[in-house]
């Protein structure tokens, strides 16, 4: 069965590039989101199961989605992948609960290197 | 683009009015995205070095005219006071320059964060805002060149002011273009006080040719 995966970032360009780096043999249902309300709504509509989340964003930022996903219990898998590279910034969305946080621009191995260590793909 | 010998910008006839085509909008979203890589990477770098978080910016991107970039960039570093500045010319595929701006105040507690004795003389805080600027630009040039898939080089940083009011530092008729494309990012170590931003400005010809690699950048991703 297609997983579904939401991939969040303001950015048009910044979206394909993820979606680019996904591996072509899984089997995914694939939605779009430009903020973090989108992306909220994408998990409340079951659209989410892993996500992966940009950080800067208008509307409502990364950090703001994670918290949001944990008051709300999600079992949603979110990486998170941003051009802020420094250890704090990852140490702050881990403890958010994201499970891994990829740098940009992104890479499929550092995509499939994550997938294979939660099990996912 | 200022009064230097190491800079050389294609010179224009300032009483030709050019006209600069906008950008698409792919690549104006392009162009943010890459520079959110490359001022992320500098962000890390001066991080690593203050041993701090560095809070970055959302960059800002603009096309000045010469007749507007003072007030442009004063309301950007929004500092009217004294400040001290780096610059460095990068050339090879795209020209330009970038200049690091220091707050006065950041200067000084530059030192401090650095863990060095903090009543530096002068030529020590010299070497210290030459050494930040290096790295900020650096990385910032590394990280455009690698996620462009372009050539950039960068030349050695140069002291450009010393507790000087902004207006002073740029002098419009002494800059060589009348368009340019202004690229600014703004770190700021919240606990310490420490401000710097990181400007980069490439002229005419160069805004043309980053349209092209912009395409380029935008082509492989689609593929």
Known sequence: MAVPVTVVDDSKISRKMVIRALPPQWNIELTQAENGEEALAACRDGKAEVMFLDLTMPVMDGYQVLEQLQKEQFNTFVVVISADIQPKAQERVKKLGAIAFIKKPVKTLDIENVLHEYGIV | ?223
């Open chain 2, 1 to 223: 683009m200022y009064c230097t010998n190491t800079v050389s910008f294609k010179s224009v006839n300032k009483t030709i009015t050019m006209s600069i085509p906008p950008y698409t909008e792919d690549q104006n979203d392009a162009l943010q995205e890459v520079v959110n890589i490359a001022m992320g990477q500098a962000g890390d770098s001066l991080a690593r070095i203050l041993g701090n978080f560095v809070a970055l910016s959302v960059p800002r991107i603009r096309l000045v005219t010469v007749e507007d970039v003072i007030k442009t960039v004063t309301d950007m570093v929004d500092n009217n006071a004294k400040i001290s500045a780096v610059r460095q010319a990068f050339s090879n595929s795209l020209r330009g320059e970038a200049i690091v701006v220091f707050a006065q105040a950041g200067a000084d507690d530059l030192a401090d964060l650095m863990g060095y004795d903090t009543d530096l003389d002068r030529s020590a805080e010299q070497e210290l805002l030459l050494e930040v600027g290096n790295l900020l630009v650096g990385a910032v040039i590394t990280g455009i060149s690698e996620t462009l898939k372009t050539d950039l080089n960068f030349s050695a940083p140069s002291l450009m002011a010393e507790r000087t009011p902004l207006d002073q530092v740029l002098v419009p008729e002494q800059l060589s273009w009348s368009h340019a494309l202004l690229m600014e990012v703004n770190f700021t170590v919240e606990s310490r006080d420490f401000n710097c931003h990181l400007l980069m400005f490439m002229a005419e010809e160069a805004i043309d040719t980053l349209r092209s690699i912009l395409d380029e950048f935008i082509d492989r991703i689609q593929e």
